[in-house]
């Protein structure tokens, strides 16, 4: 596509419930990240793939975070049993390879109540 | 480690110039720049290797000083344009590793 998108736009979930945030990177770029940014703040590393094997996932705050990325392009980030704590902006971004700048997708606002 | 940012916010009149600084107490390997507008995706700039080299495009330019472990970004004659969040992004070693992101410096250019 032209740009990373990223699904759903906005997510409003009950504490305790599970959920996917969607991120489909350019075509054809070999990285994909994930960040948390809060506001007013700079984009918090939680993990990385390169095509569909995950590199990093030193960020991710618990084991109730989890990334995937199967076939190289499409990614998804699960939250199991959300916790009010949670509640951030979702970013993802890609790149075509090493030593490229990211773009970066409007990203997934999650607000857990 | 996190990149200390400075200064956290400028403000500016249309044509000034200003300096945005990126720190490490790590080596770099590599510092990235981007600018985010309110509501909005952060845009990448441009990237710095190691090796002190200085980019830019337009009015905006930046350097990498690897022995200071340390960037600048360097924006002349303002826009209005220009104003929004400048983050540094860097990498403390070769290949293909996730950025680290600095705070944000917030710019604001007024008329």
């Known amino acids: 596509g032209a740009g990373v998108s990223q699904s759903p736009r906005y997510k409003v979930t009950k504490r305790g419930q599970d959920v996917a945030l969607r991120c489909d990177p350019i075509s054809g770029h070999v990285s994909l990240y994930w960040y948390r940014q809060a506001l007013g703040q700079g984009p918090e590393f939680l993990t990385y793939f390169n095509y569909e094997a995950q590199q990093d996932k030193s960020g991710l705050p618990n084991d109730r975070f989890s990334a995937e990325r199967p076939e190289g392009s499409i990614s998804t980030l699960t939250i199991q049993r959300t916790e009010q704590r949670d509640s951030a902006m979702y970013r993802c971004?890609?790149?075509?390879?090493?030593?490229?700048?990211?773009?970066f997708g409007s990203g997934t606002r999650l607000t857990v109540v | 480690q996190q990149p200390v940012q400075s200064p956290q916010a400028v403000i500016l009149r249309e044509g000034e110039d200003a300096v945005i600084n990126c720190s490490s107490s790590?080596?770099?390997?590599?510092v990235h720049w981007y600018r985010q507008k309110h509501g909005e995706a952060p845009i990448f700039l441009m990237i710095l290797l190691k090796g002190g080299e200085q980019k830019g495009h337009d009015k905006i330019s930046a350097s990498f000083n690897e022995k200071k472990q340390q960037s600048s970004l360097y924006l002349t004659a303002s826009q209005l344009s220009y104003s929004g969040t400048y983050f540094c992004g860097t990498a403390n070693r070769s290949g293909n590793t996730p950025l680290v992101f600095g705070k944000g410096t917030r710019l604001s250019v007024i008329a």
């Open positions: 971004a890609s790149s075509p390879r090493t030593f490229y700048g990211y773009t």
């Open positions: 790590k080596a770099l390997y590599s």
